[in-house]
């Protein structure tokens, strides 16, 4: 009796392993737009893992296993960020740090800056517009963007625009503030 | 950049991923080699164990050797001296064997290659241990009459009844340990016997074992790798 449990917690826990190795990419994502630095992505990818597991027996197989897995991994994510703010932690950014390894080569300064760009759109955004940004950039649909995050898909569209014009302006400052002083210098 | 859209940066996104996929290699690679140099540190008491009991095989080797060929005159001297021989020669080499194994481990195998060469090990060392250990109900016989040496010569009827009896007394306690054993292979006490098993592997490759299970489980968290 207790052998024939034994393997059949074998069986689930390889089965659950092998599920968790498709949603590796998953938790990746979600941990680089939450995580503050390289060992909190680390171990929000943990966090995740640990509450997929716990979840595991409740998981429905006829529905999506990856909108399963984004909607724990967010939901984790979005708890894990407001933990993170009421303790005041630096948020130091992906691609900030010098010694960080998901730093920039520089190779390509243009595709660099789009990252820093990026970076700066999901820093300056709250847990669920982050969401809202990690299925969208992971070519998500509206219907199953609206299907993890709980909302309706008009809602989907309307903070994407929204948060596509927080892109335009935050892109439109830094413009100017880099045109600036060329500005100044040409007319000294 | 005068113009980017939202559109544009998931080429962004995902070098972002590609990067940290990297990053999560490298911690991972290191996490792996930590834990390694832990398991082989925890094997490290059980080596030195087998290297301290191939010292005692050595010795139990020299008093039997030393009866059988001082005392050839005296049977009772000069089998106890054989026994002891061979008991000492058979134990050198189980050490010798279980330190070998502990030494082949190549520890940059595939963590399912090193688990296996610990289930092997552990099941060798379990297994001669348990010869080791149940032949001293008969052999502290052997031992006795070889550590008393020049006592006696030829054996006194007293003596003899005493040999007997403990021989008696030798063999009750291995018959009683056989049954123990064959009454644990019951699958309702199975429980029992593995922590039985536990004890007799040893604390050294117990906890060798965990570091490995742990490394395991690590590594099918991060996707598995071979």
Do not use: C
Not at chain 2, 41 to 52: D, E, M, N
Not at chain 2, 137 to 164: D, F, K, N, T
Not at chain 2, 192 to 197: F, N, P, S, T, Y
């Amino acid at each position: 009796m207790r052998q024939k449990q034994h393997t059949g917690q074998a069986a689930e826990q390889a089965a659950f392993t092998a599920r968790l190795e498709q949603a590796l990419p998953i938790l990746r994502k979600v941990a680089a737009a939450y995580g503050l630095t390289t060992a909190d992505r680390h171990d929000l990818m943990q966090e995740i893992a640990l509450q997929l597991w716990k979840a595991w027996p409740r998981y429905d197989p006829a529905r999506a296993f990856s909108t399963w897995t984004y909607r724990i991994a967010l939901n984790v994510g979005i708890s894990h960020l407001r933990r993170s703010s009421g303790a005041r932690r630096p948020a130091v950014a992906l691609g900030e740090l010098p010694d960080d390894p998901v730093a920039g080569t520089g190779i390509d300064p243009v595709l660099e800056e789009q990252i820093g760009l990026l970076r700066r759109l999901i820093d300056g955004s709250n847990g669920a517009d982050r969401a809202l940004l990690v299925l969208h950039l992971d070519e998500r649909s509206h219907r199953e963007i609206a299907e993890v995050l709980g909302m309706s898909e008009t809602n989907v569209a309307t903070r994407l625009s929204r948060i596509r014009q927080r892109l335009r302006d935050g892109l439109a400052v830094h413009n100017h503030d880099r045109a600036a002083p060329r500005t100044k210098e040409t007319t000294q | 950049m005068t113009t980017t859209e939202l559109d544009d940066l998931r080429e962004a996104w995902r070098v972002l991923d590609r990067r940290l996929a990297v990053d999560v290699e490298l911690r991972l690679e290191e996490a792996r080699d930590r834990r390694l140099r832990r398991t082989e540190a925890t094997l490290r008491p059980l080596a030195w164990g087998q290297a301290a009991l191939a010292i005692f095989g050595l010795a139990i080797l020299l008093l039997g050797a030393s009866a059988w060929i001082d005392d050839r005159g005296n049977p009772a001297v000069f089998a106890a001296g054989i026994v002891l021989h061979v008991y000492g020669v058979l134990t050198m080499i189980a050490a010798g064997s279980t330190l070998a194994r502990i030494r082949s481990i190549d520890y940059a195998a595939p963590v399912l290659a090193i688990q296996a060469r610990l289930v092997a090990l552990r099941r060798w060392y379990v297994g001669w241990s348990r010869f080791v250990g149940l032949a001293w109900w008969l052999l502290w016989i052997p031992l006795v009459i070889a550590l008393s040496r020049p006592e006696p010569a030829p054996l006194e009827p007293s003596q003899a009844a005493w040999l007997v009896g403990s021989a008696l007394f030798g063999v009750v306690g291995l018959l009683v340990t056989w049954a123990v054993h064959r009454w644990l292979r019951d699958p309702a006490r199975a429980e029992l016997e593995r922590r039985l098993d536990d004890g007799a592997a040893g604390r050294s490759l117990l906890r060798a074992q965990a570091e490995i299970e742990s490394l395991r489980a690590m590594e099918d968290e991060h996707g598995g790798r071979e």
